[in-house]
Structure formats: structure tokens, C-alpha cells
């Protein structure tokens, strides 16, 4: 496809479950971000990759966030042992090059995640 | 951290009137984006503008890097132009990234 995709759009899942979040991002493109949207906190940065490496994982709330990324393509989310407050839409981006004038990120539509 | 302030909050037009949304920054930066998102929840990238001015159709944004500001002129406004319209500035992190910071959007409602 041309865009970014992302699966499932939408989860829900019980307090304590585990659930993984899937992104395939724009072909070619070497950086890939994660970022989560909420109602309190508005966007919000979690983890950038370049190629299958993590330099930047600074926005992971807590320790029960987790990302990789293979093959430099697809990328995988996972939160662990869920809760109540990770409820939000996560979104992926992605981008040709990071640091350069050709980082313009496109975005997929998101996996809405409620948490119940 | 670098803080992206938008305005107006929300703005409600008549279709056909023009309008201008703002977007403030503390910190040089790397580069900006405009996004609108749909009511459907799609980022949908406008501009990707670090200086000068660009245009696209009835949508035209500007970038005063040195003042740290920027702004997205909508003209000619239609039903379809509803939504959120989000600045988002990229620098880099000192982690090795480039990640997006955003403001908190402006959300636009357009009345026949």
C-alpha cells in the first residue's frame, strides 16, 4: 500500500492482558515513531526507530512498554499487563531519513486501544 | 522540554469565510508540520514548512523561524475543512531522534 497501516483498528481488552499493536510503514521509509493520542495528554512521543534499532525509547511510560521493529519494515507495540490509563489511540509514523529535510512523517490511522 | 502553543482553541466559521490558526514555539527547531485531522481520526499531512511560505489550493501556511511562529491561512472555508489542525515541531532529541512535539490543536468547526 501506499500509506502507513496499521492492525487492529480497534482492541479491547480486560485489565492485566497483555495486547501487541502491528505497524507497516510507508516502503522505503527508515524511521518509524510511535506516539499515542488521549484525551488528557494530547500526543505524545513513546519510542523512534531507525532501521530495527531503538536509539530514542524516552516516552515509554513505564516498563510494561515494549517495541521492535524487524527487517526495518513492520514494527510491533506490545503493553504489557494492561491498564485502565492505557487506554488512548497509538499511532505510527514514518519517515524517508531522520535528521535531515526529509523527515516529513506520515501517519497511519491509529489502533483504538480501551482497556476495560 | 520545547512548548507548541496553538490558537485559537476552537473556531467556528461560516462556509465561504477565511481564517488564520497560529501556532507558537519556545525553541528553535528543525522543521514543522501542519496536520488536519479528519473526523475519523487520520493525521493528514498540510505543510512540511521549517521557513517561508508555501501554498496548497485554498490552504496556505507561513514559517518566521526566527520569531517562532507559524501560521495556516484557510481560505474560501468549506463543510470539509472541519476538524482539528494540529502544529507539530521537530528538533532533536539529543536521544537520536527526531521526533514530533505537538501543540494541543485547534479545532474548527465550518457551518453551511
Known amino acids: 500500500g501506499a500509506g502507513v497501516s496499521q492492525s487492529p483498528s480497534n482492541k479491547v481488552t480486560e485489565k492485566g492482558k497483555d495486547v501487541e499493536l502491528r505497524c507497516d510503514p510507508i516502503s522505503g521509509h527508515t524511521a518509524l515513531y510511535w506516539y499515542r493520542q488521549s484525551l488528557g495528554q494530547g500526543l505524545e512521543f513513546l519510542i523512534y526507530f531507525q532501521g530495527n534499532s531503538a536509539p530514542d525509547k524516552s516516552g515509554l511510560p513505564s516498563d510494561r512498554f515494549s517495541a521492535e521493529r524487524t527487517g526495518g519494515s513492520v514494527s510491533t507495540l506490545t503493553i504489557q499487563r494492561t491498564q485502565q490509563e492505557d487506554s488512548a489511540v497509538y499511532l505510527c509514523a514514518s519517515s524517508l531519513a531522520a535528521g535531515s529535510s526529509y523527515n516529513e512523517q506520515f501517519f497511519g490511522p491509529g489502533t483504538r486501544l480501551t482497556v476495560l | 522540554g520545547i512548548q507548541v502553543e496553538q490558537s485559537p482553541p476552537d473556531l467556528i466559521l461560516q462556509e465561504g469565510a477565511n481564517s488564520t490558526l497560529r501556532c507558537n514555539f519556545s525553541?528553535?527547531?528543525?522543521?514543522l508540520q501542519w496536520f488536519h485531522q479528519n473526523p475519523w481520526g487520520q493525521l493528514i499531512n498540510l505543510f512540511y514548512?521549517?521557513?517561508g511560505t508555501k501554498q496548497n489550493g485554498r490552504l496556505s501556511a507561513t514559517t518566521v523561524a526566527t520569531e517562532r511562529y507559524s501560521l495556516l491561512y484557510i481560505s474560501s472555508s468549506q463543510t470539509t475543512d472541519s476538524g482539528v489542525y494540529f502544529c507539530?515541531?521537530?528538533?532533536?532529541?539529543?536521544?537520536?531522534?527526531?521526533?514530533?512535539?505537538f501543540g494541543k490543536g485547534t479545532k474548527l468547526s465550518v457551518i453551511p
Open positions: 514548512i521549517p521557513s
Open positions: 525553541d528553535s527547531v528543525n522543521n
Open positions: 507539530a515541531v521537530e528538533r532533536y532529541s539529543g536521544a537520536g531522534s527526531y521526533q514530533l512535539t
